[in-house]
């Protein structure tokens, strides 16, 4: 993700780089946070996913 971030002119542009290059590349990028996600994307979620989502993810983060 830094060495990405580094090259793009938007943190978008960055995720999805990161994300779309396989192995766990997409927990590298889940690593940046749902704050750090475009609004449209976290709207394009069913409500209920994303709460489930973001409890698992709190879950974790106590751990």
């Known amino acids: 993700m830094l060495q990405?971030?580094?090259?793009?002119n938007?943190?978008?542009?960055c995720l999805i780089d990161?994300?779309?290059r396989g192995g766990d590349a997409?927990?590298?990028?889940a690593v940046y946070g749902m704050a750090g996600l475009p609004g449209?994307?976290?709207s394009a979620l069913?409500?209920?996913?994303?709460?489930?989502?973001?409890?698992?993810a709190e879950a974790l983060a106590g751990l």
Not at 4 to 8: E, V
């Open 46 to 56: 069913d409500p209920v996913i994303r709460h489930a989502c973001a409890t698992r």
């Open 10 to 13: 938007q943190v978008e542009d």
């Open 26 to 29: 997409d927990t590298t990028g």
């Open 4 to 8: 990405r971030s580094q090259l793009a």
């Open 18 to 20: 990161v994300v779309n």
């Open 40 to 42: 449209r994307w976290l």
